[in-house]
């Protein structure tokens, strides 16, 4: 006897049997669950309700069989069960144990749950709470939207494209936002053998400029042998490799960045926008920080479709992660940036920023508690902070008293390089994983390294 579609036997089930699944499945939810505002990645509707990650279909499908045996009603099996849900509730959706939760949704929607033996009065404190951190980030989400229509906008009225364009040349503004991305590891192959899962390849890492009005990104592929300890002050230098060789040459620029990570991360990027608004590189500068669980934006997207054309490519060498950036989009959104090659051979320069904006600038107080800032060149040094889009501004001075700031570039950095160690390590361990014509190029030899240096007349 053949066994009828999932789609033929759910129609035996009467609208009564559909409406008790669907009320079960947002009853556990409201229960369990951790709204989060926004949009989540392949969801296409907001307000997510996200399960713990502990709670899969057929667990929650298990209780729900349980539940309608005590109740003497008549359960679904357990295809149509994953029907009802995915389209009567789509919000409804189970975390991923790597998905980025919001520390602040998850901390008051856990403090929600407990208050169920509690007073109104402590429940209603509670979901105040909640429900004003809602608010807060769909008011960022928002803000974000608005910017990133408004740089369309402005293509669309004065069309422009990536290259080399004088500081405040194009009138208008326009937006940027960039952060960095979970680091890949070279040479990698789709049909890799399961012993080298336990080795240490070559490490690349990926810092993202998206330019929402063309749309297009620069992605700055980072060897490990030209990559600085502080990422912090590594990502100024791509910054500015980008306004100089990529940005469209606006007179005022706004930025949307991921979660601030550390006080001092902040405090460089602040230095730095100030720096180019008293050197007159921007007019005015608006800087806007998304926050963790909530950075659905569009570096994420482009290094989601990097991400995906790299797992099903082979690759041995930087140039070939080069390769996959450039298809991983027929729309040509994602362009790829060396910033150098696996010999330490800079292409794009580090500079000592620390170094160089210590003397002359000073720290903002709670600087984490604010997640929008304003620069203005009318005003050298000052920045105005205010924690939401909708709060207040308060005014707070960068620059030292009596100190002037010099317009040249800081001071250049080279290449830290690979440790002889680790130089070794990929000689003898990830050499054969490499093509034949890859190998001396991803994990040459230490001692052919050395003697291509000597110098017979020293």
């Not at 709670?55 to 357990?78: D, T, W």
């Not at 049909?191 to 390849?201: N, Y």
């Not at 400029?209 to 980072?222: H, T, Y």
Request: hydrophobic content about 35%; proline content about 7%; glycine content about 6%.
């Amino acid at each position: 006897m053949m066994r009828k579609p999932a789609a033929a036997r759910s129609e035996i089930f009467s609208p009564d049997d559909r409406r008790n699944a669907v009320c079960f499945i947002t009853n556990y939810a409201e229960e369990s669950a951790v709204l989060l505002p926004g949009h989540m990645p392949r969801c296409k509707t907001s307000g997510i309700h996200l399960l713990p990650s502990s709670v899969s279909e057929i667990s929650l499908y298990k209780l729900y069989q349980a539940a309608s045996i005590q109740n003497g009603s008549r359960a679904m099996p357990y295809e149509t069960f994953c029907q009802v849900w995915q389209h009567q509730v789509p919000s409804i959706v189970t975390a991923k144990q790597k998905t980025n939760l919001c520390q602040t949704c998850q901390r008051d929607s856990t403090a929600l749950l407990r208050t169920a033996n509690k007073s109104e009065k402590v429940k209603l404190k509670v979901w105040r709470l909640l429900k004003r951190h809602i608010d807060d980030e769909e008011n960022a989400i928002e803000h974000y939207r608005e910017e990133t229509t408004a740089a369309q906008q402005s293509i669309q009225a004065d069309p422009a494209d990536f290259g080399h364009h004088s500081p405040c040349s194009r009138v208008g503004k326009m937006h940027y936002s960039f952060g960095f991305s979970q680091q890949l590891h070279y040479p990698a192959d789709p049909q890799r053998s399961g012993p080298a899962g336990f080795l240490s390849a070559r490490k690349c890492g990926i810092f993202g400029i998206n330019c929402e009005g063309i749309p297009k990104q620069v992605n700055f592929l980072i060897d490990e042998g030209v990559q600085h300890a502080k990422n912090s002050v590594a990502a100024l230098s791509y910054l500015h490799h980008f306004f100089q060789h990529f940005g469209l040459g606006e007179k005022m620029v706004s930025l949307h960045c991921d979660s601030p990570s550390g006080q001092t991360r902040n405090q460089f990027l602040l230095w730095y926008l100030a720096w180019r608004c008293i050197s007159g590189l921007h007019e005015d500068i608006t800087l806007n920080f998304m926050v963790g669980g909530h950075a659905n934006f569009a570096p994420q997207y482009c290094f989601s479709l990097l991400k995906r054309k790299f797992r099903s490519s082979v690759v041995s060498t930087l140039a070939d992660i080069a390769g996959v950036v450039e298809a991983s989009s027929s729309r040509g959104i994602n362009i790829a940036q060396l910033v150098g090659d696996e010999g330490g051979q800079q292409q794009v320069p580090s500079y000592a920023w620390d170094e160089f904006f210590c003397p002359h600038f000073q720290p903002i107080q709670d600087i984490e508690s604010f997640y929008h800032f304003r620069f203005s060149n009318s005003e050298p040094g000052v920045v105005y902070c205010r924690e939401f889009s909708s709060c207040e501004e308060k005014k707070c001075f960068l620059l030292k008293q009596g100190v002037s700031l010099p317009q040249t570039l800081p001071p250049p950095i080279p290449a830290p390089g690979l440790s002889v160690d680790r130089q070794r390590y990929l000689d003898t361990k990830i050499r054969p994983l490499c093509r034949p014509e890859a190998r001396d190029v991803t994990s040459p030899s230490p001692q052919s390294k050395e003697s291509d240096s000597f110098d017979p007349q020293k």
